[in-house]
């Protein structure tokens, strides 16, 4: 029987790991508010990931780097209210943790304490070390992200995929090593070439979770609107829609305007 099936009534860094181990693969997805994330919970999605694409999904901003630890906190703590069985990651959000190990730690426990969520998520490798190190020191699970790290677009210019070429893929497996001897739970890899992501999956102890890095990872994770098809002008390679909201929930409401429209709702029924 799978691990996540068995009888498991919350998914933890253990469950995770054990998966991990058994080449059972790993289930993620974002969720930024109550309804979506009970949804989420209900289809028994293993890792749930109030992601900083909250400020792009929900808030129509271009990056991520306009949400702020309170906003993230408020996505949070709406998707912990709906969740009984999976494990809810929280990014910390640009500005929160970079630069400054004391900032990282304050950010990381105001997360926790005030949303009630399992762990947190930084981007970065070597040059994060002491935030992910003094978080960890305080109990608080890490999730490393490496690869296309979204809060650095200014530096990498575009979202192209990362690590082509052999130094940067090189410098990725050694930000995984240490990551993973620094006691992340787990790591996301983001847009990279399907080879690097399976070896660094075969490098680490620790579980990897893939978007957009192939198969030959732990698991993977989808932006929860891209999935279901609310955005539609987003259309990398990486990307397989399940549904295209967008267009349902258009026609339904046109059908809504029209009813309204014409007199035809409400009918006798739906009135007192
Ligand atoms: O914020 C987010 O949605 C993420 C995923 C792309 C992994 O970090």
Do not use: W
Request: one cysteine or more; aromatic letters at 6%; a negative charge.
């Amino acid at each position: 029987m799978s691990v996540a099936k068995k009888d498991i009534k919350r998914i933890t860094t253990h469950v995770l790991q054990a998966m991990k181990e058994q080449g059972e693969k790993i289930s993620m997805l974002t969720a930024y508010d109550y309804s979506i994330a009970k949804i989420l919970d209900a289809a028994g999605i293993d890792i749930l990931l109030v992601g900083d694409s909250a400020s792009n999904v929900m808030a129509g901003h271009e990056t991520t780097l306009p949400i702020t630890l309170d906003q993230m906190i408020y996505h949070a703590q709406s998707v912990v209210r709906a969740v009984d069985r999976a494990f809810v990651v929280v990014d910390l959000p640009f500005g929160s943790y970079q630069g400054n190990s004391t900032k990282a730690l304050n950010s990381a426990i105001s997360i926790m304490k005030e949303s009630g969520a399992h762990a947190v998520k930084l981007e970065g490798g070597a040059e994060i070390e002491e935030s992910v190190r003094r978080i960890l020191s305080a109990g608080v699970p890490v999730m490393g992200h490496l690869g296309l790290t979204p809060q650095s677009i200014y530096k990498f210019g575009t979202y192209s995929v990362r690590a082509k070429e052999e130094a940067e893929a090189q410098q990725l497996i050694e930000d995984a090593r240490l990551l993973a001897e620094l006691g992340c739970f787990a790591i996301v890899l983001e847009k990279i070439p399907a080879e690097l992501g399976k070896k660094v999956a075969e490098s680490v102890h620790i579980p990897v979770i893939g978007i957009g890095a192939g198969g030959g990872v732990d698991g993977q994770v989808l932006v929860v609107h891209d999935l279901l098809g609310l955005t539609k002008d987003f259309n990398p390679r990486f990307l397989r829609r399940y549904l295209n909201l967008f267009e349902t929930v258009q026609n339904a409401v046109e059908n809504y305007i029209s009813d309204v429209k014409s007199g035809d709702f409400p009918s006798k029924d739906e009135q007192y």
